[in-house]
Structures are given as structure tokens and as C-alpha cells.
């Protein structure tokens, strides 16, 4: 049980836009930065949005990220096939359990 | 372009320990930064180990922290990860990362599988 919620799947179709949602509370996301990853099958997590809402150089603008209370969004404009992958989001999380914490992933299919 | 690279055994028997390595390029871990270990067992999401600083303060999962231990060597720009008394649920592709310290990891390593088992 992963301690930021996030949906197990999203899909649309491409050239379409997509939203994923990240839900926590008050000690993670209510009170800490939110970055997202996307992982690509068979690769290593990548850095796409830091500090809520700033992308890492080569990062399109296709990718943008946003935080309200204790939730975020990922999202993605003009879907590629190449955006299918799994997203992670994390942040701190500052309760007795604390350190680093992800969500569970949502795998983006492009139909 | 910092590189990361894990080594390590890909098979280790349960109740041993776990013992990997994370080779650093291009950038001098003594220059700051927090460098940490993730995991992710096969079709699983991701799971934070912890982190160390270049001064060698570390930071635990509490989940794990009884059987984990981070180390630098800042003399081979290294760090390493020992997991104890490990089981099969331990069974991970086991990532090293640099932590910025700002809640965000910007640089991985491209992971290594390691797989619990006699």
C-alpha cells in the first residue's frame, strides 16, 4: 500500500490529453514538493517534473505538472505512442514513517 | 552528464546479505548532494531504501532500517548499499540515484536485478 495514491491505469488516444492524479495529505504532499518520473518498459526511472511544476531541461512542453492541497497532476498534451509508460509521483513524507515516498504508478496506454 | 552505474551479485541466497556498489561519473560526490538507493520488485512500483550525504549522514526507510546500512567512499566516489537477512520478497531491481535534496531524484542509475534465492 503505497502511501500517495495514484490511479493503476489511464488511456487516450493519440495527439489526445491525458490527466494523472496523486493523492496524499498534510505530511507529504500538503507540505513538500512533488516531482514525477516516467518509466519506460525495461528502463530506469527519468526525471520529468521537479518541484511541482519545473521541468529538467529536454523535457517537452508536452509534460506539465501542477499541486493543490494535499493532491497533484501530471499532465500530458498531444499523446505519443512513445509516452507509453509508467508514472511515478513522489515527495517527503514528514510522519513517523518518514522519507522518501512514491506512488503505486499509473501505466499510460495510447490506444 | 552525471552517470550512475549499480554492481553488484545479480543471485544471493536468503538470510545473507545483499551487497551492492554505485559508481559515480562526472561528478565529485564531495561536492554535495544526497545519493540514495530505490528498488522495485518485478511488476511492482518503486520503493525508497534511503539516503547518505558525503559526509556519511544517513537516511533510512523506516520499513528497512534494521537491516539496511549505507557507505561512502569518497576516495572512489562511491557509495554502497548491505541489506541484511534478506528473503525473497527482497527481490528487486535495486536503483541508485542522486537526491538533490529537494524532495526530487535527478539522475539514475540504470538498475540491477537482484534475485533472492538458494
Known amino acids: 500500500q503505497s502511501v500517495l495514491t495514484q490511479p493503476p491505469s489511464v488511456s487516450a488516444a493519440p495527439g489526445q490529453k491525458v490527466s494523472i492524479s496523486c493523492s496524499g495529505s498534510?505530511?507529504?504532499?500538503?507540505?513538500?514538493?512533488v516531482s514525477w518520473y516516467q518509466q519506460l518498459p525495461g528502463t530506469a526511472p527519468k526525471l520529468l517534473i521537479y518541484?511541482?511544476?519545473k521541468r529538467p531541461s529536454g523535457i517537452p512542453d508536452r509534460f506539465s505538472g501542477s499541486k493543490s492541497g494535499t493532491s497533484a497532476t501530471l499532465g500530458i498534451t498531444g499523446l505519443q505512442t512513445g509516452d507509453e509508460a509508467d508514472y511515478y509521483c513522489?515527495?517527503?513524507?514528514?510522519?513517523?514513517?518518514?522519507?522518501?515516498?512514491f506512488g503505486g504508478g499509473t501505466k499510460l496506454t495510447v490506444l | 552528464q552525471v552517470q550512475l552505474q549499480e554492481s553488484g551479485p545479480g543471485l544471493v541466497k536468503p538470510s545473507e546479505t545483499l551487497s551492492l556498489t554505485c559508481t559515480v561519473s562526472?561528478?565529485?560526490?564531495?561536492?554535495?548532494?544526497?545519493w540514495g538507493w530505490i528498488r522495485q520488485p518485478p511488476g511492482k512500483g518503486l520503493e525508497w531504501i534511503g539516503n547518505?550525504?558525503?559526509?556519511?549522514?544517513?537516511y533510512y526507510n523506516p520499513s528497512l532500517k534494521s537491516r539496511v546500512t549505507i557507505s561512502v567512499d569518497t576516495s572512489k566516489n562511491k557509495f554502497s548499499l548491505r541489506l541484511s537477512s534478506v528473503t525473497a520478497a527482497d527481490t528487486a531491481v535495486y536503483y541508485c540515484?542522486?537526491?538533490?535534496?529537494?524532495?526530487?531524484?535527478?539522475?539514475w542509475g540504470q538498475g540491477t536485478l537482484v534475485t533472492v534465492s538458494s
Open positions: 547518505i550525504y558525503h559526509s556519511g549522514s544517513t
Open positions: 513522489g515527495t517527503w513524507d514528514s510522519s513517523l514513517s518518514a522519507g522518501r515516498v
Open positions: 540515484a542522486r537526491d538533490t535534496g529537494g524532495d526530487f531524484f535527478d539522475y
Open positions: 498534510t505530511s507529504n504532499i500538503g507540505n513538500n514538493y
Open positions: 518541484e511541482n511544476n
Open positions: 562526472n561528478y565529485s560526490i564531495t561536492s554535495g548532494y544526497y
